[in-house]
């Protein structure tokens, strides 16, 4: 079993940003109540074991180590109550999950919290259709008009809908393969520091863009191993078959002159240059749409 997402609760990665205001919250309790349904009826109850003696063990289990974790992590005694029956064996704590969910007066980012850790726990299980549930998801949420997207086991903000649709979805899928793990956890490394408001946004996703560089040039042949920087594997880039052009060469060293190398290196006495949050959107933006190009193109 999983022990939950693989970056700090939802609550706590944007302890800076409301992501859930006044305005959303009608949005959201339409998503809760979807939500407790569909973990209940759809996961949970599918835990259910034939055999009376185990039968409810597998979604006490992920319910209540659900509960522990996102307590745990939010600091809180308890989130809500899991009743016991009298004869243990017929204890089970589905409608208790449930009734949390869609709980209205329970904080959103509360909840977000314990369904990103349930959702985790469930994970093993229905490992082989975790896509349809993941798109299942992802359905509830485009219908309650909520800008958050649910990918990798996390709950991840969406600042616009094409741009998450062109770009950040096929950048994704582009960068599942092992060939790509660094360029992934670069990346990963950058969205979560922009939205925690992290100093290392641009800088992780620029580490991204150099590691799929370097990877493509080694994969065709071009690297000759005296290269000092990330401008000679963009020259190997578009001198090797014209694999880019001229100008795209030159915009991709731009961008590692003027936003990666003056935050990759020591200030000095200067003060340390840093992007604003506009600023380090765009550098992951640029990045994402960079990458996806280079490796459709390999």
């Known amino acids: 079993m999983l022990t939950g997402p693989p970056f700090a609760a939802f609550a706590n990665r944007y302890s800076q940003r409301s992501l859930i205001d006044s305005a959303n919250r009608e949005k959201f309790e339409l998503f809760a109540n979807s939500m407790a349904n569909f973990t209940c009826s759809s ?10 003696a185990v039968r409810f063990d597998a979604v006490n289990e992920a319910v209540s180590g659900a509960h522990r974790l996102a ?38 980012e509360e909840r977000l919290t314990y ?5 985790a726990c469930c994970y093993e299980p229905f490992q082989v259709q975790w896509a349809a549930i993941e798109d299942r998801i992802n359905g509830f949420l485009k219908a309650s008009a909520l ?36 360029v992934r ?9 922009r939205d925690t408001g992290g100093p290392n946004a641009a800088l992780l996703a620029s580490r991204a863009l150099e590691s799929t560089i370097k990877i493509i040039s080694d ?22 078959g014209r694999f880019i052009d001229a100008w795209e060469g030159n915009l991709l060293k731009r961008f590692f002159a003027e936003v990666r190398n003056p ?3 020591g200030a000095g006495s200067f003060p340390q240059p840093t992007l604003n949050e506009h600023q380090n959107i765009w550098a992951i933006e ?13």
Not at 78 to 104: H, N
Not at 115 to 119: H, R
Not at 147 to 174: A, G, H, I, K, S
């Open 115 to 119: 369904l990103e850790y349930l959702l």
């Open 219 to 240: 994969r065709r042949g071009w690297t000759h191993r005296k290269e000092r920087g990330a401008a000679n594997y963009i020259d190997n880039l578009a001198s090797g």
């Open 147 to 182: 800008r958050l997207t649910y990918r990798d086991l996390n709950f991840l903000p969406v600042d616009d809908e094409r741009l998450m649709d062109e770009v950040v979805q096929p950048f994704w899928t582009l960068v599942a393969g092992k060939e790509w793990i660094n």
């Open 185 to 193: 956890q670069d990346m990963e490394g950058a969205v979560q520091q």
């Open 286 to 298: 640029f990045c994402m749409i960079s990458i996806k190009s280079l490796i459709r193109r390999s």
């Open 43 to 52: 996961l949970l109850e599918n835990l259910v074991s034939g055999y009376d």
């Open 263 to 265: 935050e990759a290196h």
């Open 71 to 108: 307590a745990t992590e939010l600091g809180i005694c308890v989130l809500f109550s899991m009743r016991p029956e009298p004869l243990e064996w017929k204890t089970c704590f589905i409608e208790d999950s449930g009734q949390y969910v869609a709980d209205s007066k329970a904080k959103p």
